[in-house]
């Protein structure tokens, strides 16, 4: 039986590749896997300016709320 392809939706939007491990690391430590996406390579993050070094990260859609609650909770780590 062939297995549909999971839907990854943005659930937050880190500035700095140190930021997006954190939240990163916090959603897996919960059971969430999670991916980050980004405008810049990862290694060239410290030097982008204007929006280029913000990473997002994505969960499958079924996992989306989930995440973002623990993200909220966790807003002060």
């Known amino acids: 039986m062939k297995k549909e392809p999971e839907n990854f939706i943005k659930v937050y939007t880190a500035h700095g590749e140190m930021e997006a491990q954190v939240i990163r690391g916090l959603l897996e430590s919960c059971g969430i896997r999670s991916l980050m996406q980004g405008n810049a390579a990862l290694s060239m993050q410290p030097f982008v300016m204007d929006g280029m070094g913000e990473?997002?990260?994505?969960?499958?859609?079924?996992?989306?709320?989930?995440?973002?609650?623990?993200?909220?909770?966790?807003?002060?780590?």
């Open 55 to 77: 990473i997002k990260i994505m969960v499958t859609e079924a996992q989306a709320d989930e995440a973002r609650k623990i993200i909220e909770a966790n807003a002060d780590v």
